[in-house]
């Protein structure tokens, strides 16, 4: 058992990974670091949250399961299942370079940044009623 009360480290993390993919599409960054940024970003906000609810720091980076393990508490984050596999592909994608390399543009950035900010949004709301 891990104390409940370090879910609070864990999105002081995350809003480090959002600050920076924020800093880095507005300087022009590269996507693919943006986009890795993105999907630590709602890691650690998942990560915080089972951490708070379960007193368990779940290991492992698949967006998907993280949410999967939420719904046995929470099933208002099915919600956002579909938005956590389309930032999921840029866990490993973005890391190693690849035999063909991820394309990626602003707009898809621009909807990366929109998940973390709507997923967060949500867990600040969930957090309120339970903390």
Request: a negative charge; one cysteine or more; aromatic letters at 10%.
């Amino acid at each position: 058992m891990v104390d409940s009360v370090r879910y609070k480290d864990w999105f002081s993390a995350g809003h480090k990974d959002l600050k920076s993919a924020r800093i880095l599409l507005d300087h022009d960054g590269d996507y693919t670091i943006i986009a890795f940024h993105c999907q630590q970003a709602i890691e650690k906000y998942l990560k915080g949250y089972l951490l708070l609810e379960t007193h368990e720091l779940e290991k492992g980076h698949s967006l998907i399961l993280l949410i999967k393990k939420i719904q046995v508490f929470d099933s208002g984050i099915q919600q956002f299942m579909k938005d956590c596999a389309f930032v999921n592909q840029f866990y490993i994608e973005t890391r190693y370079p690849a035999d063909a390399p991820l394309e990626l543009d602003q707009n898809e950035m621009k909807e990366c940044l929109s998940i973390v900010n709507q997923i967060l949004i949500y867990l600040n709301q969930r957090l309120q009623e339970t903390t």
